[in-house]
Nanobody, 127 residues
Framework: QVQLVESGGGLVQAGGSLTVSCAAS????????MAWFRQAPGKEREFVAA????????YYSDSVKGRFTISRDNAKNTVYLKMNSLKPEDTAVYYC????????????????????WGQGTQVTVSS
């Protein structure tokens, strides 16, 4: 079992930066492929970024590519999402997700492929 706890959300002005964190607990946390998703009010959950267990594969949605960076610190069992040049349309609840990969380079952009989810952290970008 893996527990995920997000933190670091908040209110930021457009053009600003924010880093959200996802702390994973459990013995197998380091062996998971990780991802960030987000859900804005009235909209479906959407993929943001993913990273394979090894860190060798990283993928971003087109809407955040070049602005957001996913990273992981396996020593701390923590995954980060650094968000730069934030826009009002980035306002959403951001969720961390983890899954047991079949290879060290595996990642997915699909929510149903992830076994574990955090409770989410709110990011609000004001114009």
């Amino acid at each position: 079992q893996v527990q995920l706890v997000e933190s670091g959300g908040g209110l930021v002005q457009a053009g600003g930066s924010l880093t959200v964190s996802c702390a994973a607990s459990g013995r197998t946390a380091r062996s998971k492929a990780m991802a960030w998703f987000r859900q804005a009010p009235g909209k479906e959950r959407e993929f943001v970024a993913a990273m394979s267990m090894s860190g060798s594969k990283i993928y971003y949605s087109d809407s955040v590519k070049g602005r957001f960076t996913i990273s992981r610190d396996n020593a701390k069992n923590t995954v980060y999402l650094k968000m730069n040049s934030l826009k009002p349309e980035d306002t959403a609840v951001y969720y961390c997700a983890a899954t047991t990969p079949y290879s060290t380079s595996y990642y997915s952009t699909e929510g149903p492929d992830y076994e574990y989810w955090g409770q989410g952290t709110q990011v609000t970008v004001s114009s």
